[in-house]
């Protein structure tokens, strides 16, 4: 027994099933940091990206965010590449204004090892 509401638009996954649909499902890619307001105030409440790329609640939120203001039918699950790195072990921080910096980067091949 699933503890999930019914789904309220299932057009994309009939598409994908190869399915009759009423209308080509729409869903984007984005980067939503630079242009949605709603999403900078998140970004803000989690103190930094990371803190936002981490945190499911978070990470839920910005998710949600664009099917709020479009008429979208899927969402694009928010997260981002440098979360395998930072899983890593790697001291992933990032410079006001620069971006991600790494305090043990990846020199070699025997450093993957």
Known sequence: MSTFAPLQNDTFLRACLRQAT???PIWLMRQ?????PEYCATRAKA???MGLATNVDYATEVTLQPLERYPLDAAIL???ILTVPDAMGLGLSFAQGEGPRFAHPLRDEAAVM
């Open 22 to 24: 009423d209308h080509t």
């Open 32 to 36: 939503a940091g630079r242009y949605l």
């Open 47 to 49: 103190g930094s990206f």
């Open 78 to 80: 928010f997260s981002d």
